[in-house]
């Protein structure tokens, strides 16, 4: 998908439905917004934990994205941890790499020294520091209890460090746990991320389309934009598989505009479910589920 073999054909000047976090192609829904305006004003508050929640492809890292954009442009020092699924000693060192501690840095006596010095100096000069957790629901119970500690390191005018947690709807449940509380209750700012609406989701494929150089798109009919919303129920990772392989095929098939068939097709090879789909409806009627059924694209089932 990075390079789409269609770009040339329909004129794009890079691909639409690339499915990285690039804050370039934002779209910029009120939950989305409002939820950046909130990582941005509880950095600037300087007070302690806060906690952004969505559903996997919902947009979570993207916000952390377009963060680290205004942390950037702000001058913020920041460490941004992606993969969560670390010992303490893993985590420890891996924050040490990201504020550039001078230190031994598989010490945790050491880092945690060096921390202390580089948040002193960047309070005195005015400033705050962030660390940044993505994927925070595979924490393990260690390095949530080791994030608390530092969640405790302040001064009069406020906490040293802001940490941000980002992650799928059980970090929520995590920190509803009787042992996290003390964390819990240092949350002063919780946001959270959920699928797009109908109008929002036409109004996100032609954000992207715009950008990627097709300002009045008229690939997708608005029969197709419903269906693109009905099988992605508004999730934006599914809006651009969906999407982008949906423009493969326009493209293969030499035509300018995608229709329901491409559409199905390219369910059909996704092994794609969505409430009401053949597939969905037997999957149903042969295991029965209480919960909710997402989107997916699925593994086969045998003898389907
Ligand atoms: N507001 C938005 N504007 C533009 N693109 C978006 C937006 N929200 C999500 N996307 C796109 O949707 C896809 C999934 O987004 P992202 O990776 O941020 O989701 P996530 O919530 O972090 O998912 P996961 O739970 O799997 O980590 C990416 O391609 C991203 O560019
Ligand atoms: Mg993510």
Redesign the pocket.
């Known amino acids: 998908m990075q390079n789409a073999i269609y770009n040339a054909y329909f004129g794009f000047a890079e691909n639409p439905f690339?499915?990285?976090?690039?804050p370039e192609?934002?779209?910029?829904?009120p939950q989305?917004e409002e939820a950046l305006a909130n990582l941005i004003y509880g950095v600037r508050s300087r007070k302690g934990f806060i906690v952004l929640t969505?559903?996997?492809?919902?947009?979570?890292?993207?916000?952390l994205e377009c963060l680290r954009d205004y942390l950037d442009a702000q001058r913020i020092e920041f460490a941004f941890i992606f993969n969560s699924r670390l010992t303490p000693e893993q985590f420890f060192e891996m924050m040490a790499y990201d504020f550039d501690l001078r230190c031994d840095r598989k010490s945790k006596t050491d880092v945690l020294f060096a921390l202390d010095t580089l948040l002193v100096e960047q309070t005195q000069r005015g400033r705050t520091c962030v660390l940044i957790v993505?994927?925070a629901h595979n924490l393990s119970w260690d390095v949530l209890e080791e994030i608390r500690l530092l969640g405790n390191l302040e001064n009069r005018q406020g906490k040293l460090l802001q940490i941000i947690l980002a992650g799928?709807p059980e970090l929520d449940r995590k920190l509803d746990a009787p042992d996290l509380r003390q964390l819990k209750q240092r949350i002063v700012q919780r946001c959270s991320?959920n699928p797009l609406a109908p109008e929002e989701a036409t109004a996100?494929i032609e954000t992207?389309l715009a950008r990627a150089g097709m300002p009045n798109q008229t690939v997708f009919s608005s029969e197709v934009m419903e269906e693109l919303y009905k099988r992605s129920r508004g999730i934006?990772?599914l809006i651009?598989l969906l999407s982008d392989n949906l423009l493969v095929t326009t493209f293969a098939m030499e035509e300018r505009r995608s229709t329901v068939a491409m559409l199905d097709e390219v369910c059909q090879d996704l092994r794609l479910e969505w409430p009401g789909s053949n597939r969905d409806r037997r999957g149903r009627s042969r295991y029965r589920s209480s919960e909710e059924h997402m989107p997916e694209a699925s593994v086969p089932i045998s003898g389907d």
């Open positions: 690339n499915i990285s976090p690039d192609f934002l779209y910029r829904s989305h969505g559903e996997v492809g919902t947009g979570k890292t993207t916000m993505d994927e799928q991320l996100y992207r934006p990772r651009n």
